[in-house]
């Protein structure tokens, strides 16, 4: 007998083969002189139906079986007339592990995501995080073989770093010092020089200046990795791990990168659009049915297979910051900040440029200098930065990039100017005094991505074990 996969059985195996399934069992169902189990291997979204005619497994094994059992089942495919054009015949089960059924917490009902979430171990095998899990794959895939064919390298940036990228402040230390008994020095600051690296050091919250170092020599370079933000904001699109990816690329301004953005975001996309079909088509039921509950005015006006669609067949909207202040100062709709030029944008003004006024995907350009990086180019004017954020339905900012200052002596100027430490960025501000060029990039948050992909509510719920505020569990 073979040992198969479901979605190997449901896609090519033909009726009247013996087969041997693994899997852990959803459902259990009696009828008259019949028992219907129905298993999954997470390998589709789809679950086979085993058939078990009385007396071929002994009652006290059939009474074993339970919602969330793994089960070895060996049998013929025969013809069905349920959902799956065929179901496999039981000759014998075999037990791999039981799950006791007053305590296994995953039964075949609705659960919240809440409740699924202190249970991260456990929710892969439901219906939704099996497809969510499924899709992330095939994106992080995509995302490789975009980048491989387009003559970008993989570049590893360290997870550990001595610098700041984002000047953001929110960092996680990394340290073996003593946490009670640190040594001091003599001005009684901790003494980071006796610490593992003979200084303060901190997990990366961007690999992008390392990456810039890479790109002033390959050309173009993306990162893929995990980034750490400190941040404490309890909201349903920041965690404190997460991954991103940050393509950088030599002899590319403001408007390639642009181009470079859209271009990448539509091919990914496209291809869950088509390598992802019945578990997209799985969630787009899912997003149908949580829509429903939520009050008119908040109801997307697009299914999620839809939304999708529509990101990928139309351009994106290009704007700048200036031009959308004006737009949201005009708009009927009272904001709780307050917009005025020089005011960093809340996810508000984002999602009512993107979902109410343009009713599309939307990139805004050249932000006021002052809230944004310290790396980012200073424009003709002085006030303004060639930045970029792309902003999407549902999720406000899914990208920020930007063309970099390659000027060696306006760079150093900003740096000074946003207080970060030269000694800390020698080498960054070093590259600009050895064959400096012209070069821009941008940061993709994957689970931002993920999470407009599948059409879910919260971020938490779009990686398989998430850290945020007060949890690191799992
Ligand atoms: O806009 P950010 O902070 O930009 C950077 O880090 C640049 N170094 C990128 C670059 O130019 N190479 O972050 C980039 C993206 C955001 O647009 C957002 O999608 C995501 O990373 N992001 C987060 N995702 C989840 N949780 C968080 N706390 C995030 N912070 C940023
Ligand atoms: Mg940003």
């Known amino acids: 007998m073979r040992k198969i996969y479901i979605k ?23 009828s008259k002189n019949v028992t219907f189990i129905n298993v999954s291997d997470g390998t589709t979204i789809h679950t086979i139906q085993a058939v078990v005619e009385a007396e071929t497994i002994s009652d006290d094994l059939l009474a ?18 349920g959902t799956q054009k065929v179901e496999v015949a039981v000759k014998n089960i075999i037990i791999l592990g039981e799950a006791d059924a007053e305590k296994y917490p995953i039964q075949p009902k609705k659960h919240s995501f809440e409740f699924l979430r202190e249970k991260a171990h456990l929710r892969p095998r439901t219906n939704t995080f099996g ?3 499924r899709i992330r794959h095939a994106l992080a895939f995509a995302i490789h073989n975009y980048f491989n064919d387009h003559g970008f390298f993989y570049l590893h940036t360290p997870i550990i770093t001595g610098s700041d990228a984002e000047d953001a402040g929110e960092m996680f230390r990394v340290t073996t010092l003593d946490a009670t008994n640190p040594p001091k020095t003599e001005e009684g600051k901790i003494d980071y020089s006796q610490d593992f690296f003979g200084k303060e050091t901190n997990l990366t919250v961007s690999g992008q200046l390392e990456g810039e170092l890479g790109a002033m020599a390959l050309s173009k370079i993306y990162t893929f990795g995990p980034t750490f933000r400190a941040e404490n904001s309890n909201t349903s699109r920041h965690l404190a791990e997460f991954w991103m990816i940050e393509p950088e690329v030599a002899f590319n301004d403001l408007v390639d990168n642009m181009d470079l953005a859209e271009d990448f975001l539509k091919y990914l ?3 869950a659009l088509s390598h992802c079909k019945e578990d997209l088509e799985f969630l787009d039921k899912r997003f149908a049915e949580e ?3 939520k009050p008119t005015q908040e109801r997307s006006e697009l299914g999620l297979l839809d939304k999708l669609k529509f990101c990928v067949e139309n351009e994106f909207q290009r704007m700048t910051y200036t031009e959308a202040i004006e737009i949201l100062k005009t708009a009927k709709k009272k904001f709780q900040y307050p917009v005025d030029w020089g005011t960093d944008l809340q996810s508000e003004h984002e999602r009512y440029l993107v979902e109410k006024h343009f009713k599309k995907p939307v990139i805004l350009t050249d932000y006021p200098e002052h809230i944004k990086a310290f790396y980012m180019k200073l424009s003709e004017d002085g006030k303004t930065v060639r930045a970029m954020d792309v902003l999407f339905p549902g999720i406000g900012e899914i990208i920020g990039g930007s063309q970099r200052e390659e000027n060696y002596d306006k760079l150093k100027k900003r740096a000074h100017q946003f ?5 800390s960025i020698w080498w960054y501000l070093e590259t600009r005094q050895f064959g400096t060029c012209p ?3 941008f940061g993709l948050g994957f689970e931002r991505l993920v999470l407009f992909v599948t059409g879910m509510g919260n971020i938490r719920d779009v990686i398989p074990f998430p850290r945020y505020p007060k949890s690191a569990e799992f």
């Open 131 to 133: 497809a969510i899990l």
């Open 64 to 81: 074993k079986i339970n919602t969330g059992a793994c089960l070895e089942i060996q049998g013929q495919l025969i013809a069905s007339q």
């Open 439 to 441: 070069h821009a990039g």
């Open 291 to 293: 829509e429903k509950q």
């Open 419 to 423: 207080g970060i430490e030269e000694e």
């Open 8 to 30: 190997e059985i449901l896609e090519s195996t033909s009726v009247g083969s013996d087969v041997v399934v693994r899997g852990w069992v959803r459902t259990k169902r009696n």
């Open 269 to 271: 996309i496209n291809y």
